[in-house]
Nanobody, 114 residues
């Protein structure tokens, strides 16, 4: 059973940057469409970004131009580089196989606050 492992979250001030990482033992990242989703306090799961098997990237309007998804095939890792973070980006971030969060792990908490 595939389950992602996410890391890299933390507390950052508005305007700051973070890079999140995820991997999934047993899953070949280069052969998979992988998504980042997030869940803000008291809210449902929200799709953030996708990288497909052809390395085509897509982003939600709320993060477009600020976040970048990437993949390191040699390390079997997927990343989410986040710049110009805003308080509304505060959430638990997950890697997943679907927008509904299939195979997501425990997530990594990102808190954007001054």
């Amino acid at each position: 059973q595939v389950q992602f492992e996410e890391s890299g979250g933390g507390l950052v001030q508005p305007g700051g940057s973070l890079r999140l990482s995820c991997t999934a033992p047993g899953l070949v990242a280069s052969r998979s469409t992988i998504k980042w989703v997030r869940q803000a306090p008291g809210k449902g799961l929200e799709w953030v970004s996708t990288i497909d098997i052809d390395d085509i990237e897509s982003y939600s309007d709320s993060v477009k131009g600020r976040f970048t998804i990437s993949r390191d095939n040699a390390k079997n890792m997927v990343y989410l580089s986040m710049n110009n973070l805003k308080p509304e980006d505060t959430a638990v971030y997950y890697c997943a196989l679907t927008q509904s969060g299939a195979a997501r792990g425990k997530g990594t908490l990102v808190t954007v606050s001054s």
